[in-house]
């Protein structure tokens, strides 16, 4: 089932599809039922619809565009307990807002990011949880760090106070249609043993600012493949809240 905009039962039925099919990827992984979790990406959909997958047992949710998500945490400020998750590319300009109203975010790519959203996290709310995002493929027109300079940049965000190293997030070059399952595991393979290293480089009993336990890989096309390489949290945002509508995006 495909949700259409602004249907509200839809989404509900979408948010129960979609966890049974990470269900049933986790158990053919042999993986425990609490080890991923879904994060609904609900960029360019309106707050009835985030309100309907929250009222449905969602509570993280991912967001691309700033001012959007600004206005749909107003409207969705009596929902206190739910968990707004930066996903988009981060402008300096943007770094204040993002600290002040995210509890994650998943695209740290730079140092001087990472610092501005280090310096600027309320001390009230305690460290902003991180991921690092990965150039996984080498792609020229993607966002994130190389691999070879994943390792510098680690060091420095585990030294910043107001952040916590949760892990790392990538979105690798699509596959051909008819690509091996390996093929499709190989990018999430790779993902995932860059993070092994970091955390023999960063062994929690020596850095315990640092928790290391996420994988943000994986989404509405490729869930099962990031599933099967170890991913903890998946991003899927066609699966549950259908076709994007970009026109009013800037």
Partial sequence: MTAVPD???????????????????????????????VLAVSKTKPATLVRAAWQSGQRAFGENYLQEALDKQQALSDLTDIEWHFIGPIQSNKTRAIAEHFAWVHTVEREKIARRLSEQRPDELGALDVCLQVNISGEASKAGVAPQELLALAETVIALPGLRLRGLMAIPAPCAADASETERRAPFRQLRELLEQLQTRFPAASYPQARLDTLSMGMSADLEAAVAEGATLVRLGTAIFGARDYSHVH
């Fill in 7 to 37: 249907d509200e039962a839809c989404v509900t039925q979408c948010i129960l599809e979609a966890r049974a099919r990470l269900e049933k990827a986790l158990q053919t992984s042999k993986r425990n039922a609490d080890s991923a979790q």
